[in-house]
């Protein structure tokens, strides 16, 4: 496990750095960006483990409920599930490039949602760790960030923005 949480922090600190280069428009942009890195980090050096996109984790209505991001064991039938990852994206909402009228994108009660997802995989054992990360460009919500200061990691993203995580995890992992 500590193998996969260096391989989060390691495309934690690539995407951090490759921001300052990139410009992101959507939160699928990010999303595939940190999937592609994690997959080339664990490919190159650990077998038996996969990254997978849009995993269908928990069961509902008519699909199955997703994560953005697992990372699973996969040797045996079913995979289990180490790490579900959950992203929320807002833009600066002082692009240009992008029309006033889309902004917000989120609002903070999605990225609780996220963290309330995330604690349900890891509190009905459907994966060992939950991550939901906020990747807040132009800091729109730096004042909400006050309110789960005891449970989240923030650092710099970009030139201006902030990169929110917070973390859950079960007491055996």
């Known amino acids: 496990m500590e193998e996969v949480l260096a391989f989060i922090r390691k495309t934690e600190e690539f995407i951090q750095e490759f921001y300052q280069r990139a410009t992101f428009y959507t ?10 890195k994690l997959n080339e980090l664990i ?3 650990y077998e038996g483990i996969q990254v997978f996109n849009d995993y269908g ?13 697992a990372i699973a064991k996969v040797e045996s039938q079913k995979p289990e599930v180490l790490v579900a990852i959950e992203f929320k994206y807002e ?7 992008i029309p006033s009228n889309k902004f917000p994108v989120i609002n903070w009660s999605g990225y ?6 995330v604690n349900q995989f890891v509190n009905e054992d459907k994966a060992k760790i939950g991550i ?15 309110e789960l200061r005891e449970s989240i990691e923030s650092s710099k ?3 201006c ?3 929110i995580k917070y973390t859950t995890s079960r007491s055996d992992s």
Do not use: H
């Not at 984790?57 to 953005?68: A, E, P, Q, V, W």
């Not at 609780?112 to 997802?117: F, G, T």
């Open 27 to 36: 939160e699928r942009d990010i999303v595939w960006t940190f999937q592609q």
């Open 43 to 45: 490919t190159d050096s």
């Open 57 to 69: 984790i928990l069961k509902g209505n008519r699909r199955s409920i997703s994560t953005d991001i």
């Open 91 to 97: 833009p600066d909402n002082n692009r240009k490039d």
């Open 112 to 117: 609780r949602r996220d963290i309330d997802r």
């Open 132 to 146: 939901a990360y906020l990747f807040d460009e132009g800091k729109q919500y730096s004042k909400k960030y006050v």
């Open 157 to 159: 993203l970009g030139s």
């Open 161 to 163: 923005g902030k990169l």
